[in-house]
């Protein structure tokens, strides 16, 4: 008997947890786009929010070898225990080192991994989401290239998920596909630059028109030829053209492998992790930019997702009151951009340190508590519900040997005990019974001039401040 049958004033309680029984309900319901187009429910119609972790084993090298050293049993237990916390989901890197080494071909050992992973997952009552190929566990020597850009890659892409979602056509345990974790369109390769010239020459036609939109009339152009902009070029149409261009690559590179997978499997859910520096206010340069623009991508998914670390000032330390206002507004920001064209938001990457000192950086990021972490995690949830409607934190353990904030980052320690974060996780995942009100995007909030922010360093400063203003006013006691 499960804890609904042996409880069912608990079960009623708990609301949207319960939807992921244990074992004995059987398959976990199909997840899809509410009516409204704006969050999740099951085929029956109850809400659903993602809420969980990505998940990687501590003690698997860095990057972790998810499924090199795949370890069924205490894939397990660990399942148990995020759905014990109130879990319901766990994004997990899938590889070219164990998936897919030959194009057209996927390998029969990491599917095997995968369909266990899959049929434990499902037994605790939670949800995949697997996010497709990346270099976890090593890059073939054909996809090391521009694997944007370069025709050859896209095309073996394209086969991966066709393949991958045949196979796994009609599975409810997976929540959705996300095509790559934080893609960015590169600056300056050889697949980029005969693109470029494409890109121009649809555009323009021919020289002599590049020239006048550039202002450019004394330099010599052959179309064809045109390198790109170089990464410190100054504000103007050039550069302006060159991020276009750059956003063109990224919108056929979505909308090719969505195509792919709804060709296999019509019901299943499409996204991609976007970087935060999709969203072009906190750049270092132009040419960070990831070329993901969140309006361009979002006709082609079904549902976007974020990112999000705070670094408005730098590397965060909680210092101050000061530096934790600035990171909200700026989670605010990138959050409410994501939000704007209207499809649900999962914030699929979050967290921060906690609970000791960091060692990379050679060591000169301070400690911080447990506490001080619990904090942050939460406030990324709550000042960012309505806007969106998932949220999944960066690894489920800390993971010493990283070399970055995973090192201490998790709900559990490397050895298991429960962190500060964990127990407010627990609280949170109970917080919205009937799914996530939608949040109205304030009338009175700055609007990016999202083409001038995209070559305009002082631009971007300036509407970072504007930003800031307008959010202490927003938000009490800010």
Not at 4 to 15: E, K, L
Not at 35 to 42: A, E, H, I, S
Not at 206 to 218: F, I, Y
Not at 340 to 359: D, L, M, N, T
Request: glycine residues 10%; hydrophobic residues 40%; charged residues 25%.
């Amino acid at each position: 008997m499960n804890l609904i049958q042996c409880f069912p004033g608990w079960a009623r309680r708990v609301g949207w947890v319960v939807l992921l029984a244990s074992a004995t309900a059987g398959p976990l319901p199909k997840i899809q786009i509410s009516p409204d187009g704006r969050g999740f429910v099951t085929r029956e119609g109850r809400p659903f929010v993602p809420f969980g972790v990505n998940y990687f084993r501590p003690g698997t090298g860095w990057a972790p070898q998810v499924w090199k050293q795949f370890d069924a049993e205490a894939t397990r237990r660990d399942f148990a225990r995020l759905r014990a916390l109130g879990g319901n989901c766990v994004r997990v890197f899938l590889t070219y080192g164990s998936f897919y080494r030959e194009p057209g071909r996927l390998e029969p050992e990491g599917l095997a991994k995968l369909d266990q992973f899959l049929a434990l997952a499902e037994e605790a009552g939670l949800y995949v989401h697997p996010t497709g190929p990346d270099h976890w566990e090593g890059l073939p020597e054909w996809a090391r290239g521009d694997r944007l850009a370069e025709e050859q890659v896209l095309r073996a892409l394209e086969d991966f998920w066709r393949l991958l979602a045949a196979r796994y056509r009609g599975r409810s345990v997976i929540f959705a596909y996300d095509l790559l974790n934080e893609p960015e369109v590169r600056w300056d390769t050889p697949a980029l630059r005969a693109r470029w010239n494409a890109w121009l020459k649809e555009r323009y036609g021919e020289a002599e028109k590049v020239r006048e939109a550039w202002g450019t009339r004394d330099r010599p152009m052959v179309l064809g030829e045109v390198p790109v902009p170089p990464r410190d070029a100054p504000p103007g149409r050039e550069l302006l053209d060159f991020q276009h261009c750059r956003e063109a690559v990224a919108v056929e590179w979505t909308r090719r492998q969505a195509a792919a997978i709804r060709a296999a499997d019509p019901g299943a859910l499409v996204t991609v992790g976007l970087i935060q520096w999709s969203v072009p206010v906190g750049l270092a340069g132009a040419w960070q930019y990831s070329g993901f623009r969140p309006a361009q991508q979002a006709p082609l998914l079904d549902f976007l997702e974020v990112h999000f670390y705070p670094l408005a000032r730098g590397f965060y330390e909680y210092r101050d009151t000061e530096d934790e206002v600035r990171n909200l507004a700026y989670l605010d920001l990138v959050v409410r951009e994501v939000a704007r064209p209207g499809k649900p938001v999962v914030i699929a990457e979050f967290g921060w340190y906690g609970g000791g000192q960091p060692s990379f950086n050679q060591g000169r990021h301070p400690y911080a508590t447990e506490e001080q972490q619990a904090r942050w995690c939460r406030l990324v949830v709550e000042r960012t519900a309505g806007l969106a409607c998932g949220w999944l934190n960066w690894g489920f353990y800390d993971h010493p040997g990283a070399r970055d904030v995973t090192e201490w980052i998790g709900l559990l320690t490397a050895d298991g005990r429960e962190k500060a974060w964990a127990r407010a996780f627990r609280e949170l995942s109970r917080r919205w019974p009937e799914g996530v009100p939608l949040a109205v995007l304030p009338a009175d909030a700055p609007r990016p001039d999202w083409d001038r922010l995209l070559i305009d360093g002082a631009a971007r400063d300036a509407f970072r401040t504007q930003v800031l203003e307008w959010y202490r006013t927003r938000v009490p006691g800010q």
